[in-house]
């Protein structure tokens, strides 16, 4: 599938819940299926930076595509976090680096596209698109 | 006296405002109070009818902006009990009357010299003197607190000694709510002869502290912390400290007479108001206190202590639910987890209800290291919250719990 | 273009106060200028609808603050052509603005390095270096001025050498009005390596600097003078000296992470916003600019020199009427004496007549005893004013003068 | 003449004028009949804090009263000092004490009664009962 494929998907199962609250716990849901970040890796220097909880990003090349895995500390975030990756993982860098994230809006999750905001979905996308420009970089 | 709540809310028009399609529970007040029509009134005020940059002026409008801003200033003295108008220092909040002193105290202190500061501080009453003793060879020593958010006493005696030139330390703690014994504090410090500074940002909302009778050196609030506007505080000084510590900033309204090869300092309070000071927000300052004092802060502290107490009861009915510092002295300011429920998640789930919390470390991580905890979730408390603000929180607090866990 | 200016002045509900009686005619705007009803309105929105302390809130209101707090520092970007957001410190004012940079020099500097001021400096622009100068043993070289008011750029050049590291000069002088040629200044300091900070305060209400093609290293505004609030300002610096200067201020929000034996400062601008910044202040300056924008910046410099032209003529018909500083490249500010008539004399009558004007020094001693006068009547004028105000201000000065003759 | 005789005389002579333009003008006439200071005590240290304007007071003790010398660069400020020494000099230093200075409000000055005035009447009232006080400390 593409990142535009997994972004319908993810707005098509979304459309399913009509208050915030449904949302929000499938959104938690989500978070327990995460691909979760090895241990290893789990340092400072993966911290994204603008979060008020932690989230650990890791990328891998694999067969040229960037497989990301991540985790976090609050549940929500983890929850935010495991939805970008879905949109994101597994896919070409250069798919990465042109996808665009209005789905975050369609889903309901809108409020949290400020830059200013503390839990900084605007700097976990910032991040994986840095990852992706890197193997980007690297494949030229 | 009881508060006639439907009166004093209807004066706070961001309090019938909807957050998330819900009415708004504002429980952020120790990060800032709102602000009543009355002071709104005046600041729009200021701009129609007597905005003018003030002192030296001969024209009417100066005149007026400056009797105004100087009969607030008037207002504070009266308000805090202070001895004379020129011992109240217009600063721009709390943050920068510390940094005043701090800066003064690092070209007056010696190597060797030892400063106090509590553990309960926030990061504006640690972080100004941190560098100060970087400069001066002081040296920083920490009164210790104690598991339910209070100081231990019996260290801070014994930190004490001839070198201590200064303590400084809240009147209240923001992240806790924990009173502190300033009234002991300042008494043991003078003993040795050491100055204390009270950082009053958090206490000035809720308590009107009376400075002469404290004997305390130096006290700083924020207005924003007590219904008035952002962008102005005050700094009291003891009139002899005051002209003791050189100037902070130069610039104009603070000199006598400028040359190229010197300079002479006006006499206080313009010595330490360099500049254009922030006019509309003197007056706004002082307009917030009349309104304060005009609800009275004897019946807005007994109101708020049975909010907090009503909201204790009903928060430790949780399960798995911690206050941090649950302590006899505190104002209305809970700060908890649940279990090992993520601050930040509940915070986010409750915005979505229109509850109006804050999380993280408030500014103050030396808390939170010895709590051992990345920040809490503070509700804080202020006169214009109801008991129904309390049923819905709790409601709310429950709910996050529900989905979390 | 021409201004509408019926219109704009409906906007600015003080300019139909009275004042003794008569209709106010106000000519200190180089003191302070006037506020319109569209920020006095953002004013009060902020305070009935969003106010709430910003960074780190996860609920709305904080989330709303923040983001309104922030779009005005992008409109002050855009405004000053500036390359970086975090570029732009939300300050109190140019004098805080300055005094943070001549903190942060005074701990890179050497003795014996060379600053560069100039003789046509407000307080504001002379006090901090002084101060820095004592702290860090650098040397003050004084641009000397000559008697049209303006540099001597020969001067200047001579006293720039490797030594120099900074040059600090105004880019509109408030006593006199003169429009100093900063660009070939910064030029001609970057040939030695030598950094420039450019006082906007006078300028910034008349001209739209573009900072980018300046090339400059440090540029300094307050609000108060550009129709904006008292008590929020800025200060431009490039990312370079940003990150090279030490923090000035210690607090909240300027930090990354806080114990008691190591604190570490966070990215900018924050590093430069300890605690709680005049949040209303930062929203309304913005908005500010934008209704000076609206209004056009060219519409308003074009306007404001017919004004100047036209006052000129007329005051220079008075006998014994001595203008300072009466040179080709200046904006709307007229400081003059006439005969030995004290300036305070003229400024009392001018303000029974209801015309406001500033009498003194002006903040600018060195001009003053440049010209060996205790100070001067200025006039200084807005977008807003009219050849009308001109006319009952010439008939008020011959009144005055027939009165104290 | 005791002050309060000497009060009541200046407001009568105030009240023949029926705008602020007269009542300027007659209080310019007023400084140029002021006792002036003798040139040596016109020194820096007798100059009076807060006025924007110079003023020079001097006080001398004849006869067991107090006399008033003063001057100022600014003629309106002359015209201020000189009604105030009109109205105290010459009088027992307790009397001057004991002056109300409500008469300033009665001939139409009331706006210069703020103690932030940049013309510092409120300054100068303040010098003159310091003198007053000194010489009555002299006294007792
Ligand atoms: C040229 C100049 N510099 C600096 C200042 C100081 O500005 P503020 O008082 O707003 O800090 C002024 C204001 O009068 C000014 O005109
Ligand atoms: C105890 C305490 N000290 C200092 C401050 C800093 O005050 P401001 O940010 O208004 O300068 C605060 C505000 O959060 C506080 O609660």
Redesign the pocket.
Known sequence: MTVEQVQDEIIDEFSLFNDWMQRYEYMIELGKSLPLIEKKHKTDDNIIKGCQSKVWVHADMVDEKVVFTADSDAVITKGIIAILIRAFSNQPPQDILDANTDFIDQIGLKEHLSPTRANGLVSMIKQLKLYALAYQTQLN | MKLDLNMIRADFPILSRKVNGQDLVYLDN???SQTPTQVIDVIADYYQSYNANIHRGVHALSQEATDKFEQARQSIQNHFNIRKSHEVIFT???????NLVAFGFGTILDPGDEVIVSAL?????IVPWQMMCERSGAILRVIPMTDDGTLDMHAYKELLNKKTKLVFV?????ALGTINPIKEIINNAHKVGAAVLV?????CGHIKPNLKNLDVDFY?V?A??LCGP?GV?MLYGKEKWLNKLPPYQGGGEMIEEVTFEKTTYADLPHKFEAGTPNICGGIAFGAALDYMNAIGFEAIGSHEDELLQYANEQLTQIEGLRIYGDNKQKTAVISFNIDSIHPYDVGTLLDKMGIAVRTGH???QPIMDYYKIPGTIRASFAFYNTKDDVDIFVNGVQRAVAMLR
């Open positions: 120790a990060a800032t721009s909040g709390t943050t920068h009357s510390i501080e926030h990061h504006a009453n809240n009147h209240v703690s923001n950082d009053g940002a958090q206490a700083t924020s924003h912390k952002t505080g408030h500014c103050a």
